[in-house]
């Protein structure tokens, strides 16, 4: 018989959000009536349709499929150049930072490379993961073998989690041990919080005075509104040695059902053999790529590039003031009814603390029962998440509007 992966057998079911689907589902059960009006604030999954400059170029993109002419079959693996250096200039360049079109690797989004970069890392590096966090950077490596099992209290053997707490602003502190690997995502999901440009250097300063390397996620950049909060972690000087940022064009361009991202891998950046040498990233990475994937369709590719023209830029902004604008109207609609609120700011997500000593899932379930409003419960991100909840902006105005009504009335029933 031929054998499995057994580290797959050290997950735990997929947990969060089935089990807001149970306990929705139970709920209908015993009020059918409530269906139409329940309001879903739960899933980080944008709600307004593509960018026109971005239809009309994926439509002539299409186009050209069609003619003998015209027609594209493979492209190269790491991505069509058009789009590189679209990418190097808009996200770069025009901020005066420093990374070259082939230091840009095209993908079909950034979970796909959250996976992916475990394959060129090697065994017995001790990683690095805030608390809470995206799920996707813990799962990926209890399939990679990167872990032992699981304890009762959720949390894997051999990882270290770094926590995000009210106290450290939902930033994690640089630890006393060294680490190899370390995940960080500003501005973050679930908690809404974003970093500050000294603590991000304390990070580089820490990944190389370790010769750690950071995998910086950067799916909300589009959201920054701080002057001086750091866009990318090439704003901090040494980072071109020791991180790898992640980029996607779901959160920002709407492609969440599209399917583009990218990674940076600068060509300084190293890791170490089994024997101890020193050795670029880059060739691995780039080799990777090329066995293992051809990139993303053309047509998508195309679309990508629209997000950087004069058009796409104002239409990006449009949507990410829209959903900032929900964000702001949560957080304003929570604090008014005495929450303790984060993040929202430079995020489409606000964190808020738990009213009345609730713990998350009776948050989850109060919410639900008053004022049929989903939310998403923050334990569900992990031990620290216990006693938060986060409401995503990602929303119709008149379903925000609707839910801050609702938070209203919920004050009156509490009292
Ligand atoms: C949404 C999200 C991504 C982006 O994922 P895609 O696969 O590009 O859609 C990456 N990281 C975090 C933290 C996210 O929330």
């Given at each position: 018989?031929?054998?499995?992966?057994?580290?797959?057998?050290?997950?735990?079911?997929?947990?969060?959000?089935?089990?807001?689907?149970?306990?929705?589902?139970?709920?209908?059960?015993?009020?059918?009536?409530a269906a139409t009006r329940l309001i879903r604030c739960g899933i980080g999954d944008v709600t307004e349709p593509l960018p026109r400059s971005v239809i009309a170029a994926m439509h002539a993109a299409l186009d050209e499929m069609g003619e003998r002419s015209t027609f594209r079959g493979y492209g190269p693996p790491l991505g069509y150049s058009f789009l590189r250096e679209a990418i190097a200039a808009g996200d770069f360049a025009d901020h005066g930072?420093?990374?070259?079109?082939?230091?840009?690797?095209?993908?079909d989004g950034s979970k796909s490379d959250c996976g992916a970069i475990l394959d060129i890392l090697g065994d017995g590096n001790r990683f690095g993961v805030p608390d809470p966090v995206y799920p996707v950077y813990v799962d990926t490596n209890v399939m990679a073998g990167n872990t032992g099992p699981r304890r009762d209290d959720g949390r894997y053997e051999g990882l270290a989690y770094l926590p995000c707490t009210a106290d450290n602003g939902f930033v994690p502190e640089v630890p006393d041990t060294p680490l190899d690997v370390i995940y960080l995502c500003f501005p973050n999901n679930p908690t809404g919080g974003m970093i500050t440009r000294p603590q991000l250097r304390a990070w580089v300063d820490y990944a190389l005075r370790h010769d750690a390397i950071i995998l910086y996620d950067v799916a909300y950049q589009a959201y920054v509104r701080d002057a001086d909060a750091p866009r990318s972690i090439y704003e901090i000087d040494g980072a071109r040695r020791c991180a790898m940022e992640f980029h996607s064009f779901s959160k920002s361009g709407g492609f969440t059902g599209v399917r583009c991202g990218y990674t940076v891998c600068p060509r300084e950046l190293q890791a170490r053999t089994r024997d101890g040498e020193p050795r670029p990233l880059h060739g691995l990475w780039a080799r990777r790529w090329s066995t293992k994937s051809n990139s993303v369709g053309y047509v998508v590719q195309r679309g990508a590039e629209a997000l950087f023209g004069a058009d796409g830029r104002r239409e990006v902004a449009t949507l990410v003031e829209h959903y900032l604008g929900n964000a702001t109207l949560l957080r304003e609609g929570c604090a008014k009814r005495g929450m303790d609120v984060f993040g929202g700011t430079n995020a489409p997500y606000v964190w808020v603390r738990c009213p009345d000593g609730r713990s998350s899932w009776e948050t989850f379930d109060w919410m639900l029962e008053e004022a049929g409003v989903i939310i998403t419960p923050g334990v569900g991100f992990g031990q620290c998440g216990e006693g938060y909840f986060r409401i995503s902006a990602f929303n119709t105005r008149d379903n925000v509007e609707q839910v801050v009504d609702r938070l209203g009335a919920l004050e009156q029933l509490t009292r």
């Open positions: 018989m031929a054998s499995l992966n057994d580290h797959y057998l050290k997950l735990a079911g997929a947990y969060l959000f089935p089990e807001i689907d149970r306990r929705v589902g139970a709920f209908l059960e015993r009020h059918p009536e930072l420093d990374i070259s079109p082939e230091e840009i690797f095209v993908s």
